[in-house]
Each structure stands twice: as structure tokens, then as C-alpha cells.
């Protein structure tokens, strides 16, 4: 009898690890999907971008500034790398759009114009389109990687992660540049 319990304890032992591995896996591939979410919303962009830089050569002779910015911007969106979670390059990709944005909006002061051209018009709603899926594909790889770090730090699963996966916390999204505008700083 006491040889029985023993071995249902191990059993039960082993088969909690193997959930608990399981769910570690489960966590980690959803975290990687969602930065591919986010990867694929930023690519969606060059496609915009595309159609945008023969627009903005037409009108902007003088604003070469602005055709730089669109052509380094689809170059960093695609060399964005989405089996790996490189936020930094990220971040530099949204400082860039924002930087872009700027330009086009000074573009459109110079070249009132170009406010009546449709084709302007809705490629702008495209490009906002796709920063808000942008946005909201960064928000939930965040959300992944929060349920990621939480489940690889707690206990057991910490030990079980060590021992059989080993893998590591995550770096979150931020927005720095965003960070900054903000007085509060919450004392974590």
C-alpha cells in the first residue's frame, strides 16, 4: 500500500512538471506569435509606403528630407526580424513613423494641393489605419509577454523552466519617446 502511494506522489509529480513545461511552451509560442502580428502590421506598412513615395516625389521636389524618411522607414520595417522580439529596433521603427508623419503634414502646408488629391487622402487613412494595428498588435504582444515573464518567475514553474527549458524573460514594448511626456513615474 505505502509502495502504491509512492509511486501515485511520483506520478503526480511528474505529470504536474509536464503541465507545468507545457504551459511555459504554450506561453512562449503565443508571445512569438504576437511579435509576428506586430511584424506583419509594420511590413503592411511598406505596401503604403510603396504607393506613397511616387506621391510625394511628384509634389515634393524640394522635400527630399521626406523621401528619405519614407525610403530609411521601409528599409527598418523590413529588416524587422519576426522570429525574434527585437524592441529596440522596433521602437526605432515607431520613432521613425512619427518622424515621417510630421513631414507629411509639412508637406501638405507647402503643397495645399495635395490636401485635394484623393489618392493622398486615403493613403494617409491607410497609414493611420495601420498605426492604430500596429498599436494594437504591440499592446497585445505586451500582454503575451507580461503572461510569458509571470509564468516563467513563478514558483515552481521557475524551477521547472530551469530545468528543462531554460528560457528567459522578455523584453516589453517602450515607447520611450512616449515615456518622457508623462510627469508620473510610478515607483515599481
Keep these: ?49 510603396d504607393a506613397l513615395q511616387p506621391l510625394v516625389e511628384q509634389y515634393s521636389a524640394f522635400e527630399k528630407g521626406t523621401l528619405e524618411k519614407v525610403t530609411e522607414l521601409r528599409q527598418n520595417i523590413m529588416s524587422l526580424n519576426m522570429k525574434t522580439a527585437d524592441v529596440s529596433q522596433l521602437q526605432r521603427i515607431e520613432a521613425l513613423n512619427r518622424e515621417l508623419i510630421q513631414n507629411l503634414n509639412i508637406v501638405v502646408e507647402n503643397y495645399p494641393e495635395l490636401k485635394a488629391n484623393e489618392i493622398y487622402l486615403r493613403m494617409m487613412n491607410e497609414i493611420d489605419e495601420q498605426n492604430e494595428n500596429v498599436g494594437a498588435a504591440i499592446t497585445i504582444f505586451n500582454r503575451n509577454v507580461e503572461l510569458f515573464n509571470n509564468h516563467i518567475q513563478i514558483f515552481p514553474n521557475n524551477i521547472i523552466n530551469t530545468m528543462t527549458l531554460g528560457k528567459k524573460a522578455i523584453r516589453p514594448f517602450r515607447d520611450s519617446t512616449t515615456l518622457q511626456n508623462f510627469d508620473y513615474r510610478p515607483n515599481f
Design 1 to 49: 500500500m505505502g509502495l502504491l502511494i509512492f509511486l501515485l506522489v511520483i506520478i503526480a509529480i511528474v505529470v504536474g512538471c509536464v503541465l507545468v513545461r507545457n504551459n511555459i511552451v504554450r506561453h512562449h509560442n503565443a508571445t512569438v506569435r504576437a511579435w509576428s502580428d506586430v511584424a506583419s502590421y509594420e511590413r503592411q506598412k511598406v505596401k503604403i509606403l
